[in-house]
């Protein structure tokens, strides 16, 4: 899940830097927003921004990102002015970072020494206590576009090579195509100053250029328009709104006026243009005017076709509201849309609160890609169950919310219980899909939205404390039925435990509420192989290290799945303790004597005598004779000595 959530946040970053871009792209690149985002994406201490000039030639440092105080200091440590300052190309240094996008330094020293005396980056590393540095090459189509100087605390590594080449590549394409957009503005001024060449720089430009009265008149169009399917001739005075989407026209129109009226330096719009064969196309136009004898005479337009980038846009767009794994809204975009419809409009707001019940049982038991398929079945059930105005949101672990508008508190009981009711043809692994629900309603104005999520969740838990421990009990008969189904030895295995663990407890003269105790625990001592291979429990040899390993997780795993049922903590603690030995060598705490719970002492007694007097996957059964042997001669070792003695006079000669 921690990864999970690194890998959303890593997304929202970038995500961030390039939206920031797509909405002010006119102003150019943020640098410093770009830093402060590899900053954090990186878990560098200081990151430098290095952007190189078209030529190669030399390169300017654009920003510093980290600690204020501490730049600053550095900054006084170095003695001259970093910001802006413009360094020569370093062959040295160009050599040492050419082989990777990512080249790592075991200190600074051998990033720039040969750009600063050894003394002062030795005192960087000792005033800073910093470590290991790395540069981050930056590049589009094996052209060096800059790189990013990262360095790090002394006592930390990098790791996150792949999220930060990505990033690179991301910066890329921004530098990229922020320079191309300054040789467009730049080749639309020319123009103004250059008419008569421009019918044959438009004619060679990939980007669509056009020119039209002050009206939207095409008085002329450049070749790259055969794009649209047209015949270029046929363009001729046909108005600009002809081809634009209808949906977008009104937006269109009204900035061509202001932007004529204004005489506006230039005017960049987003738009979709319609084809010949009646498919549309996104463009971004930049426009320019032609301005002679203080009269607009016509408008110039350059254009590209940017529909990848808008699908790509989306996608990113997509990516941060939305939860990787159910397809639903994640709670990013559950806040934002909570806060959007919080107003008297759309009174009564109605939050409903969902919490999936035994989620961490079934995690235990099956395996996290199993708990997925709950989560996602759970999600699914809820989309069939709302309708398409209502809002379903996962907003934790397994947790989710939905948002109704002008819905009340009926409306809300009437999504529950068709979600329940819908809820009754779904299981998982035999185990019933089950949400605890809550909900809310905010009728006045002046009740706060904070309020009204407690109220919900409130509702939640309380309902969860009813609901929970059913489900969990229905679900862990569900379990034992299934490793029955895996393995049909294991039914018949526990069945002979149990009943030996009793036979040893009457021996022992224990009261009747502990020998039902023991019988249940007999019954569930190896419910945890629920989540170990079949290959491995059915294997027809003996197991390796690894397999072995493995295997010994079932006490644990059995422990887990059993805490969480109602009634189970004596039992779970005995299935914990059920492979410790006698003499403290066993697993998983190394327990020894009497610290060890009686009822696993016994069970051990039983589930040895067992295994070796049945058939196994990997063996026939062994001769009583020699499983008696082994219970003596271990005895005081693996077993408790005392119970071994009152297992082999009383219990074993009457099996």
Same mark, same amino acid.
């Given at each position: 899940?921690?990864?999970?959530?690194?890998?959303?946040?890593?997304?929202?970053?970038? $995500?961030?830097?390039?939206?920031?871009?797509?909405?002010?792209?006119?102003?150019?690149?943020?640098?410093?927003?770009?830093?402060?985002?590899?900053l954090?994406?990186?878990?560098?201490k200081?990151?430098v921004?290095?952007?190189?000039?078209?030529?190669?030639?030399?390169?300017?440092?654009?920003?510093?990102?980290?600690?204020?105080?501490?730049?600053?200091?550095?900054?006084?440590?170095?003695?001259?002015?970093?910001?802006?300052?413009?360094?020569?190309?370093?062959?040295?240094?160009?050599?040492? =970072?050419?082989?990777?996008?990512?080249?790592?330094?075991?200190? =600074?020293?051998?990033?720039?020494?040969?750009?600063?005396?050894?003394?002062?980056?030795?005192?960087?590393?000792?005033?800073?206590?910093?470590?290991?540095?790395?540069?981050a #090459?930056?590049?589009?189509?094996?052209?060096?576009?800059?790189?990013?100087?990262?360095?790090?605390?002394?006592?930390?590594?990098?790791?996150?090579?792949?999220?930060?080449? *990505?990033y690179?590549?991301?910066?890329?394409?921004?530098?990229?195509?922020?320079?191309?957009?300054?040789?467009?503005?730049?080749?639309?001024?020319?123009?103004?100053?250059? $008419?008569k060449?421009?019918?044959?720089?438009t004619?060679?430009?990939?980007?669509?250029?056009?020119?039209?009265?002050?009206?939207?008149?095409?008085?002329?169009?450049?070749?790259?328009?055969?794009?649209?399917?047209?015949?270029?001739?046929?363009?001729?005075? *046909?108005?600009?709104?002809?081809?634009?989407?209808?949906?977008?026209?009104?937006?269109?129109?009204? %900035?061509?006026?202001?932007?004529?009226?204004?005489?506006?330096?230039?005017?960049?719009?987003?738009?979709?243009?319609?084809?010949?064969?009646?498919?549309?196309?996104?463009?971004?136009?930049?426009?320019?005017?032609?301005?002679?004898?203080?009269?607009?005479?016509?408008?110039?337009?350059?254009s590209?076709?940017?529909?990848?980038?808008? #699908?790509?846009?989306?996608?990113?767009?997509?990516? +941060?509201?939305?939860?990787?794994?159910?397809?639903?809204?994640?709670?990013?975009?559950?806040?934002?849309?909570?806060?959007?419809?919080?107003?008297?409009?759309?009174?009564?707001?109605?939050?409903?609160?969902?919490?999936?019940?035994?989620?961490?049982?079934?995690?235990?038991?099956?395996?996290?890609?199993?708990?997925?398929?709950?989560?996602?079945?759970?999600?699914? =059930?809820?989309?069939?169950?709302?309708?398409?105005?209502e809002?379903? $949101?996962?907003?934790?672990?397994?947790?989710?919310?939905?948002?109704?508008?002008?819905?009340?508190?009926s409306?809300?009981?009437?999504?529950?219980?068709?979600?329940?009711?819908?809820?009754?043809?779904?299981?998982?692994?035999?185990?019933?899909?089950?949400?605890?629900?809550?909900?809310?309603?905010?009728?006045? #104005?002046?009740?706060?939205?904070?309020?009204?999520?407690k109220?919900?969740?409130?509702?939640?838990?309380?309902?969860?404390?009813?609901?929970?421990?059913?489900?969990?009990?229905?679900?862990?008969?569900?379990?034992?039925?299934?490793?029955?189904?895996?393995?049909?030895?294991?039914?018949?295995?526990?069945?002979?435990?149990?009943?030996?663990?009793?036979?040893?407890?009457?021996?022992?003269?224990?009261?009747?509420?502990?020998?039902?105790?023991?019988?249940?625990?007999?019954?569930?001592h190896?419910?945890? *192989?629920?989540a170990?291979?079949?290959?491995?429990?059915?294997?027809?040899?003996?197991?390796?290290?690894?397999?072995?390993?493995?295997?010994?997780?079932?006490?644990?795993?059995?422990?887990?799945?059993?805490?969480?049922?109602?009634?189970?903590?004596?039992?779970?603690?005995?299935?914990?303790?059920?492979?410790? %030995?006698?003499?403290?060598?066993?697993?998983? *705490?190394?327990l020894?004597?009497?610290?060890?719970?009686?009822?696993?002492?016994?069970?051990?007694?039983?589930?040895?005598?067992?295994?070796?007097?049945?058939?196994?996957?990997?063996?026939?059964?062994?001769?009583?004779?020699?499983?008696?042997?082994?219970?003596?001669?271990? +005895?005081?070792?693996?077993?408790?000595?005392?119970?071994?003695?009152?297992?082999?006079?009383e219990?074993?000669?009457?099996l």
């Amino acid at each position: 899940m921690n990864n999970y959530k690194n890998q959303i946040k890593n997304y929202e970053i970038i $995500s961030g830097v390039l939206e920031d871009y797509l909405e002010y792209s006119d102003k150019g690149l943020n640098f410093q927003k770009i830093t402060d985002g590899i900053l954090k994406v990186s878990g560098a201490k200081f990151a430098v921004f290095n952007l190189y000039e078209e030529e190669g030639k030399e390169f300017t440092t654009k920003a510093l990102s980290g600690e204020n105080k501490t730049i600053q200091k550095a900054i006084n440590i170095l003695g001259i002015e970093v910001l802006e300052a413009k360094w020569e190309h370093d062959k040295v240094r160009a050599a040492k =970072i050419k082989k990777h996008t990512i080249t790592r330094f075991t200190n =600074i020293n051998q990033v720039i020494g040969d750009v600063l005396p050894q003394k002062l980056t030795n005192k960087l590393t000792k005033s800073f206590d910093i470590g290991e540095s790395l540069v981050a #090459k930056i590049t589009k189509d094996n052209v060096m576009l800059g790189d990013f100087t990262l360095i790090m605390s002394k006592n930390k590594s990098f790791k996150k090579f792949e999220v930060v080449e *990505k990033y690179c590549r991301h910066i890329g394409l921004l530098i990229e195509k922020n320079r191309s957009e300054e040789k467009l503005v730049r080749l639309n001024k020319a123009y103004n100053e250059k $008419s008569k060449m421009l019918k044959t720089i438009t004619d060679n430009m990939i980007d669509q250029v056009a020119l039209t009265d002050p009206m939207g008149n095409f008085t002329y169009v450049a070749k790259s328009h055969s794009i649209l399917g047209y015949e270029l001739d046929s363009l001729i005075g *046909k108005n600009v709104m002809e081809l634009v989407h209808p949906e977008d026209i009104p937006n269109i129109e009204k %900035r061509l006026v202001e932007f004529v009226e204004k005489r506006l330096e230039s005017e960049k719009v987003e738009y979709r243009i319609r084809c010949k064969d009646g498919t549309y196309l996104w463009w971004e136009t930049i426009g320019n005017l032609i301005i002679e004898d203080d009269e607009v005479k016509g408008i110039v337009f350059s254009s590209r076709d940017i529909t990848k980038q808008r #699908k790509y846009r989306e996608r990113i767009k997509s990516l +941060s509201f939305q939860d990787h794994l159910t397809g639903l809204y994640n709670r990013r975009y559950f806040e934002i849309e909570l806060k959007r419809l919080d107003a008297e409009r759309n009174l009564p707001l109605t939050v409903i609160m969902g919490d999936v019940n035994g989620l961490k049982l079934i995690n235990d038991s099956f395996g996290h890609k199993v708990g997925d398929e709950l989560l996602k079945t759970a999600a699914d =059930i809820m989309k069939n169950s709302c309708r398409k105005d209502e809002i379903i $949101s996962r907003v934790g672990g397994d947790e989710f919310a939905i948002i109704m508008a002008q819905g009340d508190s009926s409306d809300a009981e009437g999504i529950i219980n068709r979600i329940k009711e819908n809820s009754k043809s779904h299981n998982i692994k035999g185990v019933e899909i089950s949400i605890s629900f809550g909900y809310a309603s905010k009728i006045s #104005k002046n009740e706060k939205i904070d309020a009204l999520i407690k109220k919900a969740e409130d509702m939640v838990y309380k309902n969860k404390l009813f609901e929970g421990p059913s489900i969990r009990g229905r679900a862990i008969d569900n379990i034992v039925e299934a490793i029955n189904s895996k393995s049909p030895r294991e039914k018949e295995h526990s069945d002979r435990v149990s009943e030996i663990c009793v036979r040893i407890g009457k021996a022992l003269g224990l009261e009747k509420y502990f020998l039902k105790e023991i019988k249940a625990f007999g019954l569930f001592h190896d419910i945890g *192989k629920i989540a170990i291979s079949d290959d491995i429990l059915n294997k027809p040899g003996p197991l390796n290290p690894s397999e072995l390993e493995e295997i010994r997780r079932h006490s644990e795993i059995g422990y887990r799945i059993l805490s969480a049922a109602s009634g189970m903590s004596n039992i779970s603690e005995y299935v914990l303790a059920h492979h410790e %030995r006698w003499d403290g060598k066993g697993y998983p *705490k190394g327990l020894k004597g009497e610290e060890i719970p009686l009822p696993s002492r016994i069970c051990m007694i039983a589930d040895a005598y067992d295994a070796m007097t049945s058939q196994r996957s990997y063996r026939s059964a062994l001769p009583v004779e020699y499983a008696v042997k082994q219970l003596k001669e271990y +005895s005081g070792t693996q077993f408790d000595e005392n119970l071994v003695e009152v297992f082999l006079e009383e219990v074993q000669p009457k099996l």
